[in-house]
């Protein structure tokens, strides 16, 4: 009897807990729009007509909870809908929390899972007609196909000069992580021009708006552009050095010498077996019982190294080895001089930007809608508590009450079914990669980031790969920081030819051949053994 009255207290707690989270929610005036997929969707979001657009969306429960959500119900199909605010959210006063969960069930090999933020639509675009074109403020979001792994943050911004909406897109952003729980993402805008990007309540990104180093392109275009009517004169000499017009071949230059010639004086080792072939055939090979010579050919024995030769210097007919000749100089190429007509690397003057314009603020276009529009070519994307807010604690406790339970529960299913899978290995793996995605998250990493994130996806489907890529990622990281720390090497002084090398002698210019310099060969080693030769059969 006590522990059935421990049961319902602990029931009628938690429906408490739920009641005053969720009342918070809706009777707070921060509270901009919420939506928790509870009930059918039907009626309230808007399904696009366009023929494109032939994907199912379902009301579904989330695997192995009673929680409902938005499913993306199949695969190869692109999808839209979209969901009219009933008060348009203005983005320029206070701070702006965009919030929503993700379930990829059955993983993300090639597809979106974004939204986007719509603007009212006087801009041009109606509810059953939502597509690709819509206008849109923001798109953020997971998106995964090939090379692309990332969370999207996307701000559409009009210049008020030329009067054109440009997409400026964030630099480095996080990655998506790479399993089939539930996440949340969460782009809190600042009213110091600052945003932040959280998954799963933790920092990955913050950048600025205003910054020309976070934003592609920056939201603030350059004063001054290179002036297109600009063009290069035809007399204009861009080359540092030239070949020296009085300089003359050497008289006992011989361009026809061979780089390497038979070494006199070397001797035949004592022992080298002459007569003994380096191969002999196999004596324990025997000839297949189905071997037909009349289809097959003629059998041959498969050959193996001759014994004899193991314990003597050498089998078979002996050849002087080969050495560097002395007077190999290649072709001969007149010695680089300065260009007494050098003006430089000539590139267009700088003329005033028509399109420059200075800003305080970016001036962000409101939120009238929440669409979400994507060709994925996987199914069970799960949507779910979309949420716009003012203030982040609100959001924060949302994270907690909503989404922080859910996660636990299949996070620790997952690890349960890896532990019986692979007796705990496969949770070790986990960890691993998981380490090895936020290494990859490192914004210093660039251009590189792509080649990380395609070996950890490599490295993830071949387990056996784990230690070679963690050692790949740390020479990755290790390689950028250096270069970042010391500057890349100086470039080379131009050259006229890639073979030519000047050398200052006793105050003298003399020419070498760069192939003297830099085509040497190293002295190759006797051949090794062929490998077994056979007859096979021939193909009928």
């Not at 003297?516 to 060969?521: F, H, I, P, R, V």
């Not at 002295?523 to 021939?538: I, K, L, V, W």
């Amino acid at each position: 009897m006590e522990e059935s009255k421990n049961k319902i207290c602990a029931q009628y707690a938690l429906l408490l807990l739920a009641c005053c989270f969720f009342s918070q929610l809706y009777a707070s005036s921060d509270a901009k729009f919420y939506e928790s997929f509870n009930e059918a969707f039907d009626g309230r979001w808007i399904v696009s007509e366009k023929e494109e657009y032939s994907g199912v969306w379902k009301h579904a429960k989330s695997e192995g909870h009673d929680d409902y959500g938005l499913l993306v119900g199949e695969k190869a199909r692109k999808y839209a809908i979209v969901k009219e605010l009933d008060n348009v959210v203005d983005l320029k006063d206070g701070t702006v929390v965009l919030q929503y969960e993700v379930r990829l069930q059955d993983g993300l090999e090639c597809g979106g899972a974004y939204l986007k933020y719509l603007r009212p639509q006087e801009a041009g675009w109606i509810a059953k007609g939502f597509d690709n074109e819509s206008p849109y403020t923001i798109m953020f979001g997971p998106d995964k196909c090939g090379a692309t792994n990332k969370v999207h943050f996307i701000l559409k911004h009009k210049n008020p000069r030329s009067g054109e909406y440009i997409e400026h897109h964030l630099k480095f952003p996080p990655s998506v992580p790479a399993d089939k729980l539930t996440h949340v993402y969460t782009a809190v805008l600042k009213p110091d021009n600052d945003v932040l990007i959280l998954v799963d309540g933790e920092e990955k990104k913050k950048a600025n708006f205003l910054s020309t180093d976070d934003f592609e392109p920056p939201l603030i275009p350059a004063e001054t552009i290179p002036d297109p009517e600009d063009k290069k004169p035809e007399d204009w000499d861009e080359r540092a050095k030239i070949p020296d017009p009085d300089a003359k071949k050497p008289d006992d230059w011989d361009e026809d010498a061979p780089m390497e010639i038979e070494d006199e004086e070397a001797e035949k080792p004592e022992g080298w077996l002459d007569d003994e072939p380096e191969e002999v055939d196999d004596p324990e090979a025997t000839k297949p019982e189905d071997w037909d010579d009349e289809e097959d050919g003629e059998w041959e024995a498969p050959k193996i190294d001759n014994p004899k030769c193991e314990a003597a210097p050498g089998c078979g007919e002996w050849k002087r080895p080969m050495k560097r000749n002395p007077a190999y100089k290649g072709k001969w190429h007149a010695p680089l001089i300065d260009n007494p007509n050098y003006k430089g690397i000539w590139k267009p003057k700088d003329i005033p930007n028509p399109d420059h314009f200075e800003l305080d603020k970016p001036n962000f276009e409101p939120i009238a809608a929440i669409g979400i529009e994507i060709w994925t070519m996987q199914d069970g994307i799960l949507f779910d508590n979309i949420l716009i807010v003012s203030d982040e604690k609100v959001a924060e406790s949302y994270r907690k009450t909503a989404w922080k339970p859910k996660f636990d529960v299949e996070k620790e299913k997952q690890r349960a079914e890896e532990e019986e899978e692979s007796g705990g290995l496969k949770g070790y793996q986990n960890v691993v990669f998981d380490l090895l995605y936020k290494v990859a998250d490192i914004p210093f990493l660039g251009k590189h980031k792509v080649k990380v994130m395609e070996l950890l996806k490599k490295a993830e489907k071949q387990p056996n790969l784990t230690v070679g890529v963690i050692v790949s990622v740390v020479v990755v990281v290790f390689s950028v920081l250096l270069k970042l720390i010391f500057g890349g090497k100086k470039q080379q002084p131009a050259r006229a030819s890639a073979e030519t090398v000047t050398e200052k002698t006793d105050g003298a210019e003399t020419s070498t051949s760069n192939s003297q310099a830099t085509d040497e060969k190293e002295e190759q080693s006797e051949d090794a053994a062929a490998a077994p030769r056979r007859r096979t059969r021939r193909e009928n």
